[in-house]
């Protein structure tokens, strides 16, 4: 009988330390898949045409390769292959002619209807669509395309095309934003702001950023001949009020949840605005990033600056070891030269093998005039 409850106690003992054990492991799984960022920061399509589709799934995709994302949806070609099966293969012959871009800081995520496409976002690093803006300029340079590229808070702006035409009266600088909310029809009368002070600067500066969206989209609906432009648009907003209302007031402060609210109401906005002006033709998309790993540095530059460096990383300006086309050059020259070789062994063969007095017309014509002779 003693023996009969010494094995149970080390059976229920053994079966204890199993339980804890996988508590454990479950414990640290649980921490290393939400420290991954599955549930962190993403990335939300909120409208795309027909022929631009996104799967449903939650598969992650890296900050730094949005600017590629922004380019495949464009029609544009990239270096790289995206190797992301959120966005399915589209139709050849129609692309958007639009895309606008907006990236929220202080957030992982915005409440938007559940029927949209989400993703994950990992390796939130700092990117611009620089690359997608020069691409259109090159292949647009004969039409006047609308580059936009925007952040209030840091008064960072770059115009292109028709853009400096149609947004000439945006307010961009922290100053006119400031000034614009003072005017009749600002959001300062026209939205609910609760518990939102307009005498706090972090307060200000949000519902400045709000106030830009407004704008643009009032601006849209003024000149809707920029859809009927045969170039794409591009249109890239960075907003940081919100990292600013989180810093002061926290995540669990009414502050917070207002100015989400608001937020969401005026991209949801933005988005339909948008997709009117561009017929169903646009696609728009909202980056949310609670903080980005490394702080962005852009240099001011031009696209028509003569002068380029083929090599940053060199002080002596050299050239890449390897060009992207280094692959299809190569095979050109190399099956070039393998078929110039070959002939020119067959044409040599033949050549030694020719009896002049029957292959060659010459010496045949000359054989019958010394007969004739």
């Known amino acids: 009988m003693i023996l009969q409850e010494n094995q149970q106690k080390r059976h229920d003992a053994?079966?204890?330390?199993?339980?804890?054990?996988?508590?454990?492991?479950?414990?640290?799984?649980?921490?290393?898949?939400?420290?991954?960022?599955?549930?962190?920061?993403?990335?939300?399509?909120?409208?795309?045409?027909?022929?631009?589709?996104?799967?449903?799934?939650?598969?992650?995709?890296?900050?730094?390769?949005?600017?590629?994302?922004?380019?495949?949806?464009m029609g544009f070609s990239i270096h790289e292959d995206l190797d992301w099966p959120g966005l399915a293969a589209g139709w050849l012959f129609q692309r958007p002619r639009a895309n606008a871009l907006i990236v929220v800081r202080g957030l992982d995520s915005l409440d938007f209807p559940k029927n949209i496409s989400c993703y994950p976002l990992e390796n939130p690093v700092p990117f611009t669509l620089d690359s997608v803006a020069n691409t259109v300029h090159t292949l647009f340079a004969d039409s006047t395309p609308v580059v936009l590229q925007l952040a209030p808070s840091e008064e960072r702006l770059y115009m292109m095309g028709m853009a400096n035409t149609v947004f000439e009266d945006l307010p961009v600088t922290l100053q006119q934003i400031r000034g614009r909310l003072s005017q009749d029809g600002s959001v300062l009368t026209s939205l609910p702001l609760v518990s939102l002070?307009?005498?706090?600067?972090?307060?200000?500066?949000?519902?400045?950023?709000?106030?830009?969206?407004?704008?643009?989209?009032?601006?849209?609906?003024?000149?809707?001949?920029?859809?009927?432009?045969?170039?794409?648009?591009?249109?890239?907003?960075?907003?940081?009020?919100?990292?600013?209302?989180?810093?002061?007031?926290?995540?669990?402060?009414?502050?917070?949840?207002?100015?989400?609210r608001?937020?969401?109401?005026?991209?949801?906005?933005?988005?339909?605005?948008?997709?009117?002006?561009?017929?169903?033709?646009?696609?728009?998309?909202?980056?949310?990033?609670?903080?980005?790993?490394?702080?962005?540095?852009?240099?001011?530059?031009?696209?028509?600056?003569?002068?380029?460096?083929?090599?940053?990383g060199s002080p002596y300006n050299l050239a890449y070891k390897y060009d992207y086309d280094y692959?299809?050059?190569?095979?050109?020259?190399?099956?070039?030269?393998?078929?110039?070789?070959?002939?020119?062994i067959v044409i040599s063969y033949n050549l030694w093998n020719m009896d002049p007095g029957y292959d060659s017309i010459i010496y045949r014509m000359t054989n019958q005039k010394i007969r004739m002779d």
């Open 14 to 73: 053994r079966r204890h330390a199993r339980v804890i054990k996988f508590v454990r492991i479950y414990q640290h799984c649980s921490l290393f898949y939400f420290s991954s960022g599955v549930l962190g920061d993403s990335l939300t399509v909120l409208r795309s045409p027909q022929y631009v589709t996104f799967r449903d799934g939650q598969w992650p995709i890296s900050g730094e390769k949005i600017p590629d994302l922004v380019a495949l949806t």
């Open 197 to 260: 002070s307009r005498n706090n600067e972090a307060d200000l500066l949000f519902l400045s950023e709000v106030q830009v969206l407004y704008d643009i989209s009032a601006l849209l609906q003024k000149h809707k001949h920029l859809a009927k432009d045969p170039a794409p648009d591009l249109y890239s907003l960075e907003l940081a009020g919100l990292e600013e209302i989180v810093r002061r007031y926290g995540t669990d402060s009414p502050q917070f949840t207002d100015a989400t």
């Open 262 to 312: 608001i937020l969401t109401s005026a991209l949801q906005k933005f988005a339909d605005d948008v997709a009117n002006v561009y017929a169903n033709n646009a696609v728009v998309e909202v980056v949310t990033v609670k903080t980005f790993e490394a702080p962005l540095t852009r240099k001011s530059r031009s696209i028509l600056e003569s002068k380029q460096i083929s090599n940053p």
């Open 327 to 344: 692959a299809v050059v190569f095979n050109i020259v190399l099956w070039l030269m393998i078929v110039l070789a070959l002939s020119v």
